[in-house]
T-cell receptor
């Protein structure tokens, strides 16, 4: 079973920031938080991941709470092409190898003009 | 940019027939995953390889599904016989560049094979 909880759907106006929340209250010390998105009929696309610190890349920012029990993915200026299902995943890192990605149902983000 | 290649992109087969899917991961990636995604749900892991060895196949229906990665590079997933309930998207992903052992890296997904069993 997925170890994360996300709202099933969210709307966002084009050009505004989209803030997607995720709860992972049972996360353990060696688990990372990953975000992927899936546009209809395509394979999931990696967005960002983090362990403790906030992370930013060209696609998004990831804010992880100090207790690591929740996180927020921020798309700073949402466009229509950001409409997709967003998955928040916790993934164990064994060091030499990595655990699999356990997907939940994700959040369907609809960006509207 | 390197990609995970999958073929075929679409496959229609009759129930009780055999069907096979192929995946070529990103060069140098040690870990390969096969996922199945039923419409409206998130992907579910079928099997995970580390090089040529199976790490996790606990969710693979072994009476009809088989997977191999003989040389630790490309991989084949087979279903025999196919059933109506096998209709789904089959996704392959790879991660864990061998040159970066121990570093937490993202997994990259292919575009998937859409299987329809009739």
């Amino acid at each position: 079973d997925a170890k994360t909880t996300q709202p099933p759907s969210m709307d966002c106006a084009e050009g505004r920031a989209a803030n997607l929340p995720c709860n992972h209250s049972t996360i353990s010390g060696n688990e990372y938080v990953y975000w992927y998105r899936q546009i209809h009929s395509q394979g999931p696309q990696y967005i960002i991941h983090g362990l403790k610190n906030n992370e930013t890349n060209e696609m998004a920012s990831l804010i992880i709470t100090e207790d690591r029990k929740s996180s927020t993915l921020i798309l700073p200026h949402a466009t229509l092409r950001d409409t997709a299902v967003y998955y928040c995943i916790v993934r164990v890192n064994y060091g030499g190898s990595q655990g699999n990605l356990i997907f939940g149902k994700g959040t369907k983000l609809s960006v509207k003009p | 940019e390197a990609e995970v290649a999958q073929s075929p992109r679409y496959k229609i087969t009759e129930k009780s027939q055999a069907v096979a899917f192929w995946c070529d991961p990103i060069s140098g990636h040690a870990t390969l995953y096969w996922y199945r995604q039923i419409l409206g749900q998130g992907p579910e892991l079928l099997v995970q390889f580390q090089d040529e060895s199976v790490v996790d196949d606990s969710q693979l229906p072994k009476d009809r599904f088989s997977a191999e990665r003989l040389k630790g590079v490309d991989s084949t997933l087979k279903i025999q016989p196919a059933e109506l309930g096998d209709s789904a998207m089959y996704l392959c992903a790879s991660s864990n560049p061998r040159r970066l052992q121990g570093v937490n890296t993202e997994a990259f997904f292919g575009q998937g094979t859409r299987l329809t069993v009739v």
